[in-house]
């Protein structure tokens, strides 16, 4: 069965910069699996922030950036806020339908 | 604009079973990817389910193996539906119900999310 790590958590500063990842059991991510990123915060539905590797949803701020780094896709926040403080979690496209979600990454910025 | 709106969730004893409907405007569900995505307490976000366009349905891996699950939609009244049988405790989580794009394949629409609690 196909697995999606993530990093259980980060702490970034606030101004900071980091970068989160989004990797497979066994294999590398590539494009063609479409990766892409949402925000959570307690209580809400998700927010969709990156969609195929580096497309930014509508309204998302340009701090929030997404690539692909070695062999996982990654999600960075380049000049952190106090508001993304959340948790990140990426999903991929296996093909025939199937989506995987990552285990999440908590953020804290603090 | 899309708004996608749940109901259905609440209280179901182990064993029972529970339609969670996700009533769609702005877009059609016959015409486009409809998914549920679920989240356990304290628990990360879950693909379930999708239904494409021509309503060829998809289940998670996780899933296969119980057969308890229905992805479903009724294009009259626009809305995606979850049947969920023989109830477990493991079942219990919030339900999310989400549009996905055909060829890019993220969700870019989410409902509220509903709760789903299975307990005696």
């Known amino acids: 069965q196909t697995v999606v790590t993530q990093e259980p958590s980060f702490s970034v500063s606030p101004g900071g910069t980091v970068t989160l990842t989004c990797g497979l059991s066994?294999?590398?991510?590539?494009?063609?699996?479409?990766p892409s990123w949402y925000q959570q915060t307690p209580g809400q539905a998700p927010r969709t922030l990156i969609y195929?590797?580096?497309t930014r949803s509508s309204g998302v701020p340009d701090r929030f950036s997404g690539s692909i780094l070695g062999k996982k896709a990654a999600l960075t926040i380049t000049g952190a806020q106090a508001e993304d403080e959340s948790d990140y979690y990426c999903?991929?496209?296996?093909?025939?339908?199937?989506?995987?979600f990552g285990g999440g990454t908590k953020v804290t910025v603090l | 604009e899309v708004q996608l709106v749940q109901s259905g969730g609440g209280l179901v004893q182990p064993g029972g079973s529970l339609r969670l409907s996700c009533a769609v405007s702005?877009?059609?569900?016959?015409?486009?990817?409809m998914s549920w995505v679920r989240q356990a307490p304290g628990k990360g976000l879950e693909w379930v389910s999708t239904?494409?366009?021509?309503?060829?349905?998809?289940?998670a891996d996780s899933m296969e193996g119980r057969m308890h699950l229905t992805i479903s939609r009724d294009i009259a009244k626009n809305t995606l539906y979850l049947q969920i049988r023989t109830l477990r405790a493991d079942d219990t989580a919030v339900y999310y119900c989400?549009?996905?794009?055909?060829?890019?394949?993220?969700?870019?629409?989410w409902g509220q999310g509903t709760l789903l609690t299975v307990s005696s």
């Open positions: 989400a549009r996905r794009t055909p060829l890019t394949a993220y969700f870019d629409s």
């Open positions: 702005g877009l059609s569900v016959s015409g486009n990817y």
């Open positions: 239904i494409d366009s021509d309503g060829k349905t998809y289940y």
């Open positions: 066994s294999g590398s991510v590539y494009s063609t699996y479409y």
């Open positions: 195929s590797t580096n």
């Open positions: 999903v991929l496209y296996m093909g025939g339908g199937i989506s995987v």
